[in-house]
């Protein structure tokens, strides 16, 4: 699977921002989807993931009620929602695709396939 994020970029406190991740190359229905951040000097870190139908959610608490993942398998593409930002959201964010389990939370050394990451700045 080979994926490709956008829609990162510099926006103020409180703002939104929409992430979308576009896949291509396998069965993209076949894939449980996740978002996860790397900030500066820290570790990767999951936020949100998805079931391959897309009813099912997970959050990292850190996000719940103001982040929102989905996806559009007719699509192949994955979304990340993201509002009320502060600015301990300004990271890298990654999409990843994992073929089996849907444990929660997951490692990243769980998912298979990676995109190339987009960068999110949160200003005051």
């Known amino acids: 699977v080979q994926l490709q994020a956008s829609g990162g970029g510099l926006v103020q406190a409180g703002g939104s921002l929409r992430l979308s991740c576009a896949a291509s190359?396998?069965?993209?229905?076949?894939?449980?989807m996740g978002w996860f951040r790397q900030a500066p000097e820290k570790e990767r870190e999951i936020v949100a993931a998805v079931s391959r139908s897309g009813r099912n959610t997970d959050y990292a608490d850190s996000v719940k009620g103001r982040f929102t993942i989905s996806r559009d398998n007719a699509k192949n593409t994955v979304f990340l929602q993201m509002n009320s930002l502060t600015l301990e959201d300004t990271a890298v964010y990654y999409c990843a695709a994992r073929r089996y389990g849907s444990n929660w939370p997951p490692s990243k050394d769980e998912f298979d396939y990676w995109g190339q990451g987009t960068l999110v700045t949160v200003s005051s």
């Open positions: 190359g396998r069965t993209f229905s076949d894939y449980r």
